[in-house]
């Protein structure tokens, strides 16, 4: 009679065990998915304010069309490769892919503004340094919103790995979740510097 008490103490305590862990890793995996869809409103938002943007230099930018064309076209691949990867969060092309494609976005944006300086009349532009405030704080807030989702995919791939939840985890077919980059590797090139 003890050793049946006894085992059915440990089938309860493993029941639980994998119970527990199992809901964490669900809890887990859904706030890091709450974290990209953060992500996904403030992407949102500074694709709207893309066109505005191009609007506004167009007209004293005339001869830089390719510029503007070249930010338009990072804009709506960013956009394709954000709806790609808000399907799945957890899939690691789509991650990768808009890690690129909202590096190319940055580049060319910052190619847009860099050749903006050449016009003082558009520097000048109220509406132009409104976009442009605009631009800055929904950088800054995307960046919150990527350490955020970031944070939340860390410790759920953490809770994954370690034991008895890695058990729980490769059972329940738990699959690792991928960190969204600033940019990709290729791109963070260290700058050289010489003076001679």
């Not at 399907?87 to 060319?108: H, I, K, R, V, Y």
């Not at 860099?114 to 558009?122: H, K, T, V």
């Not at 989702?149 to 890695?166: A, Q, W």
């Amino acid at each position: 009679m003890g050793i049946f008490i006894f085992l059915v103490a440990v089938v309860l305590l493993v029941g639980f065990i994998v119970m527990d862990a199992y809901n964490r890793l669900v809890t887990l995996r859904n706030r890091y998915q709450n974290a990209f869809s953060q992500i996904d409103v403030q992407l949102r938002r500074r694709y709207d304010l893309i066109p505005n943007l191009v609007e506004s230099v167009k007209g004293y930018m005339k001869h830089e069309r390719d510029t503007l064309e070249a930010v338009i076209a990072a804009r709506n691949s960013a956009i394709s490769a954000n709806r790609q990867a808000a399907q799945d969060p957890s899939d690691p092309q789509a991650m990768q892919q808009l890690s690129s494609a909202e590096a190319a976005l940055t580049g060319s944006l910052g190619r847009l503004f860099a050749l903006s300086e050449a016009y003082p009349d558009l520097k000048a532009n109220e509406n132009m340094a409104q976009l442009m405030e605009e631009l800055r704080s929904t950088e800054n807030r995307i960046a919150f919103a990527r350490q955020a989702f970031n944070d939340s995919v860390t410790l759920y791939n953490t809770k994954r790995e370690v034991f008895p939840s890695n058990l729980v985890a490769s059972s329940f077919n738990f699959r690792s979740a991928q960190l969204l980059e600033e940019s990709p590797p290729e791109v963070k090139a260290v700058p050289r510097v010489s003076f001679s």
